[in-house]
């Protein structure tokens, strides 16, 4: 455990969590003699297919607009990051380091999926890119039959509409799902009414006895609130997978 996880996850506000990021971030570069020019950074916005490939769901966020997937590469090595903001780049790491990220959500994205990349190419975190085609319904597969191999029949609360994962725990266990798309909220999706994320929050994390909870939470900073909840908390997705590896957060992840 590093200091950071040790210091106490629930105290944790937005700006610190960025804050610890762009440290960690600068930590690297530094240490590797990274700052130069020489170390090239692109970084842009994918097509839906790019991004999870041939699909017969119609209703992922990424199909309708709600979301966009980034993807920045160092050196052949690739992060990804979903954001709402679609993002094109193209410099040094020594700019992203200096970038504004706490209230620019356009710098936040280039940054979060450069950061990504950076560990992985570091060997500090894994994957680091979205399953594509029949990925994601054999991703979500083995998420319900580990959960039933470890927990039996528990409460789950999914934070972030998430169709794979909700159409799988819905056969099996008791689910609430979270969501802030106004398109979503109220609709009854795999049997279940999607559940306002602000409002109807504290109510379903009480209610839970494991939370599945999206990384690209990372990408508006409301992750902290789910960083410390006494009960067990997965995140999935490859959005978050840099904070993940840093505060020691538990991944549900079968990609790449």
């Not at 509409?161 to 398109?183: A, C, G, H, K």
């Amino acid at each position: 455990m590093n200091d950071w996880q040790e210091a106490g996850a629930d105290k944790m506000t937005k700006e610190e969590l960025y804050g610890k990021l762009k440290e960690h971030f600068r930590k690297i570069v530094e240490e590797g003699d990274m700052t130069g020019a020489q170390v090239h950074v692109t970084c842009r916005g994918l097509s839906p297919k790019e991004a999870v490939g041939k699909t017969d769901r119609k209703d992922l966020p990424i199909l309708n607009g709600a979301e966009v997937m980034i993807q920045a590469e160092i050196d052949g090595v690739i992060g990804q990051a979903f954001t709402s903001t679609a993002s094109f780049y193209e410099g040094t790491l020594q700019d992203i380091m200096e970038m504004e990220i706490v209230e620019d959500s356009y710098n936040r994205a280039i940054f979060i999926a450069a950061l990504n990349a950076l560990m992985r190419k570091n060997g500090e975190c894994d994957r680091t890119v979205h399953c594509k085609d029949k990925g994601p319904n054999e991703c979500a597969r083995k998420t319900r039959e580990w959960v039933r191999e470890h927990y039996g029949r528990p409460k789950i609360t999914e934070i972030g509409y998430q169709p794979f994962l909700l159409d799988e725990f819905s056969r099996e266990f008791e689910v609430r799902v979270l969501d802030l798309n106004p398109d979503n909220i109220g609709q009854i999706r795999y049997g279940v009414k999607v559940e306002d994320g602000e409002t109807a929050c504290e109510d379903a994390l009480i209610w839970a006895d494991i939370v599945f909870c999206t990384s690209s939470t990372l990408g508006n900073g409301t992750m902290v609130r789910y960083m410390d909840l006494g009960k067990p908390v997965y995140f999935y997705g490859t959005t978050g997978c840099c904070a993940a590896a840093l505060f020691g957060l538990d991944r549900s992840c079968y990609g790449d």
